[in-house]
């Protein structure tokens, strides 16, 4: 009897489970509010995106002082590994493992697996990225550490050493009395014996030469580590906002979102803006675009889960999959972005890092954890 009753227990539970998976739309009320949502939002997104990028690029009429946008780099920092874990990879486990899926979901962790899947995707696009930049400027006779260790930080997600660019300019300009040839190596400028008739005596050959030097691994692979970061919190913040149009816990969900979106916007937008310092200027507006993608993204998840409320339900079976797996994905993409690049290259192997004082590192470190602490506690609630 006791057996059987357990057994009618869980059936029931089953049933009431299968309810919630969802035909019909989501919640329809405080619609004029979730209308509102939309711009507040933006506004939000906007701000945490753009200031970073505004700021340092007008800095001579905008006085910002360069702790503030330390404090945003290293801030931000910990908001995006943050995000990964509590705000991707945790609800893509739970949404994968829905009970509303089909059972073959359940046999298997493949929100892991994505994630997984994602990581190495990323390092395998890194590395090919890389390895055609590296070729690239060998090509013109210049030798480059990809790692960055000696050149401040990871060129893609940080400001490279301008000791590098100072040393090869003082060679370049006739300083080293031997004639020699400036070749960054290890992520440092060195010269070599070369002869008379070496670069230093052309002056179109310095110039270009020159002109390659400012973008040590070429702006294509800058450009795409910032975009590999910047595709990871985009999925995100769309799915986010098709959320918000239609979850039942709206108030809750939209308060925990306008921090949430600004928090992040300034972790994309600081690494937006250290890396608009280090590209031609052809290419220095990437960084104004990538700022305004990332603001209109959310408002524009809102707007289209307003305009399919009566259909969309983020608890059906194919809203569940499709959010779990895009989630899984992100997260990937956010953990491989924070571990690497963020704590592993700015860290551990930035020179800027190894010789600053204790006081400043431990400043840095309280300040990353400070974000990732924030961005953690607002897992509670969304």
């Not at 992520?187 to 002109?211: F, M």
């Not at 953990?335 to 400043?363: D, K, P």
């Amino acid at each position: 009897m006791t057996g059987l009753t357990v057994l009618n227990t869980r059936s029931l539970h089953l049933r009431d489970d299968s309810d919630d998976c969802g035909s019909g739309g989501g919640a329809d009320t405080f619609f004029g509010l979730r209308i509102a949502s939309i711009f507040i939002i933006l506004i939000g997104s906007m701000f945490g995106s753009l200031f970073p990028v505004i700021s340092m690029r007008y800095s001579k009429y905008i006085r910002v002082p360069n702790g503030i946008f330390e404090f945003a780099k290293w801030f931000g920092s910990g908001v995006i590994i943050a995000t990964a874990f509590i705000h991707l990879l945790s609800p893509a486990i739970d949404e994968l493992g829905s009970p509303c899926l089909a059972e073959g979901w359940t046999e298997y962790p493949y929100a892991l697996a994505l994630c997984l899947l994602s990581i190495f995707g990323i390092f395998i696009l890194e590395l090919i990225a890389f390895r055609w930049g590296t070729a690239k400027l060998a090509s013109i006779g210049i030798v480059y550490d990809a790692h960055g260790h000696e050149a401040g930080s990871h060129a893609a997600h940080g400001p490279a050493s301008e000791r590098v660019a100072s040393h090869v300019d003082g060679a370049m300009s006739g300083k080293d009395e031997l004639g020699s040839s400036p070749i960054i190596e290890e992520g440092r400028a060195v010269s070599l014996p070369r002869s008379r008739h070496s670069i230093d005596d052309s002056s179109v050959d310095a110039k270009q030469t020159r002109a390659n030097l400012p973008v040590l691994d070429s702006p294509l692979t800058q450009i795409l580590g910032v975009a590999i970061l910047e595709f990871g919190v985009v999925l995100h913040s769309v799915l986010v906002g098709l959320t918000l149009a239609v979850d039942p816990d709206f108030k809750v969900l939209f308060v925990v979102l306008v921090f949430h979106q600004t928090f992040e916007g300034l972790g994309v937008g600081a690494r937006l803006a250290y890396m608009q310092n280090h590209l031609p200027p052809a290419y220095r507006n990437a960084s104004v675009y990538g700022a305004l993608l990332y603001g209109i993204t959310t408002p524009v998840g809102i707007a289209a889960g307003l305009g399919v409320r009566t259909t969309y339900n983020p608890n059906s079976t194919t809203a569940s999959i499709v959010s779990g797996v895009m989630d899984s994905l992100s997260a990937g993409i956010l953990i491989y972005t924070g571990m690497v690049e963020l704590l592993a290259h700015e860290f551990l192997f930035s020179r800027e890092m190894q010789t600053s004082s204790n006081l400043r590192l431990a400043r840095c470190v309280c300040t990353m954890l400070l974000g990732c602490g924030l961005m953690a506690l607002l897992g509670k609630w969304a």
